[in-house]
């Protein structure tokens, strides 16, 4: 007999050490407990995955990149070097 799992692949319940099947569903050895169904619960993607097609269905679609300095970042930047002037005119006039 196979190892029992330390959750059921088909349900999810936790199973006991040793256990023949799994205590919620009945499921063991050869209903949902060999190799190939301890994989597939894994939900690993398989040689027929697409995936563009996974991105454009999980993060809808491409998004255009931003181009440049956004003009809030610029009026910062004006700001900031009004004052350094201010700053500097008021140090020379004192």
Request: with cysteine; glycine share 6%; proline share 9%.
């Amino acid at each position: 007999m196979a190892r029992s799992p330390e959750t059921c692949p088909n349900c999810g319940a936790e199973v006991p050490p040793r256990a023949k099947a799994c205590p919620e569903c009945g499921s063991d050895e050869q209903t949902g407990w060999s190799e190939q169904a301890r994989t597939d619960s894994l939900d690993l993607p398989d040689e027929n995955f697409d995936y563009d097609e996974f991105t454009k269905r999980e993060f809808g679609g491409e998004k255009p990149v931003p181009r440049g300095i956004h003009w809030f970042w610029w009026l910062i930047a004006l700001l900031l070097l009004i004052a350094a002037a201010m700053a500097v005119l008021a140090e020379a006039s004192s």
